[in-house]
């Protein structure tokens, strides 16, 4: 369901948190699987690919692979379920490696009617007269992090963050992320059974969080 008042600028991320080897995550491995087009991979700008790290963009995606940790990132307009579809070919080529975490996440900036709007959403959700007021002279909000615990019977949890933007004057940055935890696992099955099964239902999480967020901020004009 789209949003009803979309960002301005949206990006979004998949992580995964485990055993990786950072070197076979190469341009051309993509390619030889199939995974990406040989001319995306032979046009890929390559940051750094070693037996530590491997990092390089294509035109609709970033990677960045550590020894414990694998994040795919989209560019520009999200290919949101491009950004899915490439995660789970992925690994269900690379079935062996660990995986214990998932991270699915959303980065949203958003504009707001004017400064007035987004100070006064900032005074509302952390209140600066008893605490602040006191000690700092004009005290704003810088960033305020809320989690949830989940209700799917998966460990982890669901985190959203609200700040001023960075990309937007005057505007809203809302991220929210949803984390997925099985400390037990040896292998990338149950990550690619969480993202094949709960995408939708991480995609309206994402929407109903920045729905009620931005409504309210909106709201305060």
């Known amino acids: ?24 995550y190469q341009p051309a491995w993509f390619a030889a699987q199939g995974l990406i087009r040989q001319e995306e991979a032979t046009e890929a700008q390559i940051d750094v690919i070693s037996n530590e790290i491997c990092v390089f963009e294509t035109s609709w995606f970033r990677l960045e692979v550590f020894n414990e940790r694998w994040a795919l990132f989209s560019r520009a307009t999200p290919a949101i379920e491009l950004l899915r579809d490439l995660a789970l070919a992925t690994f269900e080529s690379l079935r062996h490696s660990p995986v214990t975490r998932i991270g699915l996440n959303a980065y949203g900036h958003y504009s707001m009617p004017n400064r007035e709007t987004l100070d006064k959403f900032g005074h509302t959700v952390a209140p600066k007269e008893e605490f602040w007021l006191p000690v700092l002279e004009d005290p704003r909000l810088l960033t305020l992090t809320v989690v949830g615990q989940r209700t799917d019977g998966f460990n982890g949890g669901v985190r959203a963050k609200v700040e001023p933007s960075a990309r937007v004057d005057d505007g ?39 729905e009620n967020v931005v409504s309210k901020a909106w709201g305060m004009r």
């Open 172 to 210: 809203l940055y809302v991220e929210v992320n949803d984390e997925y935890v099985n400390d037990s696992s040896d292998s990338a099955d149950w990550a690619i059974k969480v993202v094949s099964e709960e995408w939708e239902n991480h995609r309206d999480r994402v929407t109903s969080i920045r």
């Open 1 to 24: 369901m789209p949003e009803t008042r979309p960002p301005e600028h949206d990006q979004v991320s998949i992580v995964f948190v485990g055993s990786f080897n950072p070197k076979i």
